[in-house]
């Protein structure tokens, strides 16, 4: 599950409660009642395929917890000594990206590791300075272990894959169903009782709000498509914040990230093979997360060769470097398609 995904299931579990809690009068509406016994076993529904996705991996989530149990406890000392001597000496990017509690991994695995990883990159890239601060080369390379072996802890057996598979294909396809249920029930509950029953309407779409599942570090997060209808995810692409010197390649899911900064005014850089490279400005506040879907154009050139002003045909045209080469046609144009990323 991504992390919108158990925000959304959490939200259901919290519209569960309201209904539990205000059964009497909502059931009094009979349209609303069905759509209430229509909700209520979608959403025990998920969550026993919810359960059932964690008993798979029970063996391997046992093993992650004290993985990461061992990872923190190297990580965050040296971390908060990294802090301290960052802002010590007027480094406000690097006061941030040290900046990490136990809270920043009560989030997505994949945020998880990142975080973790680049604190310790920040720790192996200023070692030397922090020996005064009692952080030894030693303990760094405790922790890059350790957060290696909690990286590599993430993995689970073919079978457990392809089960996790499925249940995450059923999570998506019930969230579908349950939202559509909810959206419903909207159209009822609220102009039904917004006057008589203000408050409870209230906390109704207070409890309907799908909350993001931020930490508390600036993340930005780009979803990479090949196409508009965003079927077509592109794996491999690297998003760029060239201004900060960072980057990070999607996932198979097309998904890319990249976290701890300073907030403020950026430009995303998305690169993908065969594909034309994008530039996305984007603006996120202290502690916020930035969420963008990008659709990438094809690698595509076109031109005309001309002659004293006239349109040239069969005149041989090739990019330096690759495979791609054409001549001209009849009105002097020639165009490539597919073009990898590049000058």
């Known amino acids: 599950m991504n992390n919108h995904q158990i925000s959304q299931a959490n939200m259901f579990i919290r519209v569960k409660l309201f209904l539990s809690k205000y059964t009497v009068t909502l059931s009094a509406f009979a349209p609303l009642l069905a759509l209430i016994n229509k909700f209520s076993p979608l959403q ?3 969550q026993a395929v919810i359960d059932a996705q964690g008993i798979d991996l029970t063996g391997v989530a046992k ?7 061992a990872m923190l406890k190297l990580l965050i000392p040296l971390c908060r000594k990294g802090k301290v001597w960052a802002k010590t000496n007027g480094n406000a990017t690097l006061q941030t990206q040290f900046d990490i509690t136990k809270t920043d991994f009560k989030t997505s695995e ?9 604190a310790i990159t920040n720790l192996q890239g200023n070692a030397a300075a922090l020996v005064p601060y009692n952080v030894t080369a030693a303990q760094i390379a405790a922790a890059a272990v350790a957060v290696t072996a909690y990286k590599n802890s993430l993995g689970t057996p073919q079978q457990s894959a392809i089960t996790s598979q499925t ?5 998506a396809a019930s969230i579908k169903t349950i939202t559509d249920v909810l959206s419903d029930m909207d159209d009822l509950l609220i102009p039904e009782f917004g006057v008589t029953q203000a408050n409870m309407v209230t906390e109704y779409i207070e409890n309907r709000k799908v909350g993001n599942g931020v ?3 600036t993340t930005i997060i780009a979803h990479v498509y090949a196409d508009a209808g965003h079927s077509k995810a592109i794996v491999g692409a690297t998003i760029y914040i060239i201004s900060i010197n960072r980057q990070d390649v999607t996932d198979k899911d097309g998904k890319a990230e990249i976290v701890q900064f300073k907030p403020g005014d950026y430009i995303l850089t998305i690169k993908a093979t065969g594909h034309q490279d994008k530039a996305v400005p984007f603006s996120v506040k202290s502690g916020k997360h ?9 690698g595509n050139v076109q031109g005309t060769v001309t002659q004293k002003n006239l349109p040239t045909a069969n005149i041989f045209v090739a990019v330096s470097g690759t495979n791609f080469s054409t001549t001209t046609d009849s009105n002097g144009q020639y165009s490539f398609a597919g073009l990898p990323a590049g000058s």
Do not use: F, P, R, Y
Not at 63 to 69: C, N, P, S, T, Y
Not at 110 to 118: K, R, T, W, Y
Not at 167 to 171: L, P, S
């Open 44 to 46: 025990a529904a998920l």
């Open 63 to 69: 093993g992650k917890e004290a993985l990461q149990a």
């Open 110 to 118: 994949i945020l998880q590791v990142s975080i973790a990883e680049n």
């Open 167 to 171: 249940a995450t294909t059923n999570i």
């Open 215 to 217: 930490s508390q570090h």
């Open 290 to 298: 930035v969420e963008i879907d990008v659709v990438m154009e094809d």
